[in-house]
């Protein structure tokens, strides 16, 4: 059969090879494992390009499913049988009011805070993971997570028909953990940080045999992360940009973007370029910030203290490979106060109508603190990612955007408010001004 007629699975199953030490390069059958036996550094899934250069060209990607599906050649699924609940496809939206704002002439949102099912990228892994999951047998699931996770896993799990179990640290917000709840898993609130009730996973996870998506699942699970480059190269009419601004937790995401654009390469889906990383962290975590700032190779952890609890990662794992992507691209890895987030929000809330979360709010002050520091060219074409929802992170900006006019019945009510209210907006402006 000529490998320009293999089936989907097929196809599928053939570009897969195995799983590769990124540091050592031991190869490992394609199984629930992350770590290398001999170096203890991470697994990553590798697959033959040469294959996938036969039977993957833009028009039988955009013959696909509107969903990340489209990319299944370049995803670590062997079947058929995929978790497709239409994740991915997220607007990619042409800034005008915020580029203005900061001087910026091609600007553009990557808005995964309206990612389906549950608002945030992480549904892009976990349609991965657990598709994965099902193919190796596991009918438990589970994972170690800042809230995002929890709720994609759960989501997940209840389509799928999947027992779930996911542990969140006990001081989570509100909206995070209702929207695990509300799908019915057994929720672990731990009394601790996320680096805590991570170690804590890894004991679950070699114990119980569960399917833990960003533990034994992570080589899979980290793929899901790549369609975040594919679907922007896509709508840029395959093109890469010059410039992306992306939130660093674990540096995972980081990594797994960078590795889609030059996928698209390899394959001559797209022109190769060089395209600047620049990652964001808040200042009360960011161990990936710090090494970059100071030139070294290693992460030293430290203790999460920030309302970016998405991000508060203060072990990560991935944390020197965002390095090396940051420092071989002339990117920047830079970090904002909490204040600071707080004013990202309500800056792409007030300019663009996008709410987003506490890591967005992060990605938003570092794209304006490094446009402010000149290390944007304001003619390079940014894409800065957004990557969860407002509405889970409520608590953040409580206390900061002012209360409701509260007015009678009555139309002379109404005009003594409206004029109350315009006072307030000009002395806001001449504050501003000054």
């Not at 389906?116 to 992480?122: A, D, G, I, Q, R």
């Not at 939130?247 to 995401?253: A, E, N």
């Not at 309302?307 to 090396?324: H, R």
């Amino acid at each position: 059969m000529n490998q320009a007629t293999l089936s989907n699975t097929q196809a599928t199953t053939a570009t897969l090879k195995a799983l590769k030490c990124k540091e050592c390069g031991e190869e490992y059958e394609l199984k629930a494992t992350h770590v290398c036996e001999f170096c203890f550094g991470p697994l990553e899934v590798i697959y033959d390009y040469s294959l996938l250069s036969r039977t993957v060209t833009r028009e039988s990607i955009q013959a696909g499913p509107n969903s990340i599906w489209r990319y299944r050649s370049f995803l670590p699924v062997t079947t058929d049988n995929v978790i497709d609940v239409g994740t991915g496809m997220t607007p990619l939206v042409r800034s005008h009011r915020l580029a203005r704002r900061l001087g910026l002439n091609k600007l553009y949102i990557k808005n995964d805070a309206v990612n389906m099912p549950t608002l945030s990228f992480k549904d892009r892994v976990v349609s991965v993971a657990l598709s994965r999951a099902r193919e190796l047998g596991f009918t438990t699931v589970s994972c170690a997570s800042t809230g995002n996770l929890a709720n994609s896993t759960a989501a997940f799990a209840a389509h799928a028909g999947l027992d779930c179990c996911v542990f969140i640290p006990a001081d989570l917000e509100a909206g995070k953990i209702l929207g695990s709840l509300i799908y019915s898993p057994t929720l672990m609130a731990v009394q601790g940080n996320y680096d805590q009730l991570n170690r804590l996973c890894c004991e679950v996870a070699n114990t119980h045999g569960w399917g833990f998506v960003n533990i034994n699942l992570r080589p899979y699970y980290s793929e899901g992360s790549k369609t975040l480059a594919f679907e922007v190269a896509e709508q840029l009419d395959w093109q890469l940009p010059d410039h992306v601004v992306v939130p660093l937790g674990s540096g995972s995401l980081f990594t797994k973007i960078y590795k889609g654009f030059n996928e698209f390469v390899q394959l001559g889906l797209v022109e190769g370029k060089n395209v600047r990383f620049s990652g964001a962290q808040a200042d009360g975590c960011s161990p990936i910030a710090e090494a970059y700032k100071q030139g070294r190779d290693f992460i030293k952890p430290v203790k999460p203290n920030t309302i970016a609890k998405s991000i508060a990662i203060g072990n990560p794992a991935d944390g020197v490979y965002a390095v090396e992507i940051a420092q071989k691209t002339n990117g920047n890895i830079e970090t904002v106060t909490d204040t600071e987030i707080i004013e990202g929000i309500k800056l792409l809330a007030e300019t663009e109508g996008i709410f987003t979360e506490t890591a967005g709010g992060t990605t938003v002050a570092v794209l304006k603190k490094l446009v402010e520091a000149g290390k944007i060219d304001p003619d390079e074409t940014t894409v800065v990612y957004i990557t969860g929802n407002g509405l889970k992170t409520q608590e953040a900006v409580q206390g900061y955007i002012g209360e409701p006019l509260t007015i009678e019945a009555k139309l002379d009510s109404f005009e003594r408010a409206l004029e109350r209210s315009r006072t307030l907006e000009r002395l806001e402006w001449q504050q501003v001004l000054v």
